[in-house]
């Protein structure tokens, strides 16, 4: 801006006296600046996956993404993830994200990896499950950081075989961000953000049980001794 009359110095041009300037507009609006959010994704679901598996674990890894800030943190309040392939809603038993600083080795799902939400309802009919009610806050010890997405998926054991399934991020409209510092919504920029579909497999659970009587007579024959369901 111009902050005054007395930071110009004017002089007409034949009478060479000093002029006194009239300041209509002296300054520009004031726009805050804003940092930005890129998120990358990279396949890690298996090839198969099998029915029976999940369950009573934190599930399989289908895909993970760098959410990557500079110029300022971010707070991520919502995401919406979108299930691809041809299965449905009854043969997801459970999906989750979690969250985890990358590193060389860390780029799987392990026991220091932190749960941001899990979403147990339906999806809607489109095949999204939308996670609210959390504050993911991406912060570093400067003005750049970056941070792991875990999607996880539980197949429910009522699955059907040879039906596909995948994840993603459809779209920069799927996350909510606000910078941390202006406080300005942000539009994130997608760079990938599918995993690839693994088809569904059946399994078998084999369970013997022990039918060997305590005294055996000498010469029986068809003495059952254990069995298998």
């Known amino acids: 801006m111009i902050n005054g009359t007395g930071n ?6 034949v ?8 300041l209509v507009t002296t300054s520009t609006s004031i726009n805050a600046t804003l940092g930005n959010l890129t998120i990358t994704g ?3 679901a298996p090839s198969l996956i099998f029915i029976n598996t999940n369950g009573t ?3 399989t890894q289908f895909v993970r993404f760098n959410f990557s800030t500079r110029g300022e943190g ?3 309040t919502t995401i919406t993830i979108l299930r691809t392939g041809t299965a449905t809603a009854a043969d997801i038993l459970e999906l989750a994200i979690y969250n985890a600083t990358p590193t060389v080795t860390n780029t799987t799902w392990n026991e220091s990896t932190q749960l941001i939400a899990k979403n147990t309802s339906a999806p809607d009919s ?5 996670f609210t009610n959390f504050q993911w806050n991406i912060t570093g010890s400067g003005d750049s ?10 197949i429910s054991r009522s699955a059907t075989a040879g039906r596909t399934i995948g994840f993603m991020i459809n779209n920069t409209g799927n996350v909510t961000t606000t910078s941390r510092v202006s406080g300005q919504s942000i539009t994130e920029a997608l760079v990938t953000g599918a995993s690839n579909n693994a088809t569904i497999v059946g399994n078998i659970t084999i369970t013997g049980t022990s039918s060997v009587p305590s005294a055996i007579t000498a010469g029986a024959t068809n003495v059952s001794v254990i069995t298998f369901n």
């Open 8 to 13: 110009v110095t004017s002089r007409t041009s």
């Open 15 to 22: 009478s060479n006296q000093l002029l006194t300037e009239t």
């Open 42 to 44: 990279a396949n890690s």
């Open 57 to 59: 674990n934190n599930g």
């Open 74 to 76: 971010a707070n991520i």
């Open 126 to 130: 489109l095949g999204r499950y939308t």
């Open 145 to 154: 950081t970056d941070q792991w997405l875990f999607v996880m998926a539980n």
